[in-house]
């Protein structure tokens, strides 16, 4: 069996946000490797070493003086196993109410396949600008931020709709590699529009959403933010959440 060992790596946040730690494993037994994993995510349990995991962090690991700017924040622990060929997405504009559809500005990328398994810190925050409000969001070694022009800092209350792949009460959950894993979406409840979407009704919110998903999906993924139907498409595809 191939060793495998931990070395921990220090990530400098962009824009004052803070720092956040990313873990990457090798050259340690598979046994050790699970055990550490299950200590660092909180006991999480890494049941099937071949499948994502993740964790949301009930208390986010941000500085003292970082989180004070911040208005709100959501952050996961995210486990992927060897080999897996990551593809991330996040963005604002319009998005409904379930599935993936998705108008509206985005950043996208991609990471190599790594021959070991890794663990990451997945991070989304909003932050004030003035009277604006930007969003970070980081994923191991990449970062971003963005304006959200539809979303007014007073308008992030208990109204917004928040849609997490897995929440805190759920505890660590996991998935197949070939799925896509959107998870988080956010959206103002209070601004829906009847959308003609692949010529059918959809409505649709201000909002935005955050997905990873392997390269085997980039395809589909990209039919589905359009309101398409992949060919040969099937639930199992995209893994769904919860609203809150």
């Known amino acids: 069996m191939k060793l495998l060992q931990r070395s921990t790596v220090t990530l400098a946040l962009l ?3 803070g720092a956040l730690i990313w873990l990457s494993v090798e050259n340690n037994t598979l046994g050790k490797q699970i055990t550490q994993l299950e200590a660092e995510l909180g006991h999480m349990p890494i049941g099937d070493p071949d499948r994502v995991h993740i964790a949301e962090i009930g208390s986010p690991e941000v500085p003292p003086e970082v989180a004070s700017q911040l208005e709100r924040v959501w952050q996961f622990r995210c486990y992927l196993p060897a080999g897996y060929d990551m593809r991330r997405f996040g963005g ?9 559809y998705f108008q509206g500005g985005f950043g996208s990328g991609s990471e190599s396949p790594q021959a070991e398994a890794i663990q990451q810190l997945l991070t989304v925050s909003f932050y004030r600008d003035g009277d604006h409000l930007k969003v970070y969001n980081a994923f191991g070694g990449s970062s971003g931020t963005s304006s959200w022009p539809g979303f007014a800092p007073e308008r992030l209350d208990e109204a917004l709709v928040v849609h997490k792949l897995v929440n805190k009460e759920q505890g660590p959950q996991s998935f197949p590699t070939d799925a896509i894993l959107p998870f988080l979406k956010i959206y103002d409840p209070s601004s829906a529009e009847e959308r003609n979407v692949a010529g059918k009704p959809l409505t649709t919110y201000d909002g935005g959403m955050f997905a990873i998903f392997p390269g085997s999906r980039e395809q589909a993924f990209g039919q589905l933010r359009r309101g398409e139907t992949p060919d040969g498409f099937e639930a199992h595809w995209v893994a769904e959440g919860t609203a809150q």
């Open 92 to 100: 604002e504009g319009r998005v409904a109410e379930s599935g993936l």
């Open 15 to 17: 824009v004052g946000v």
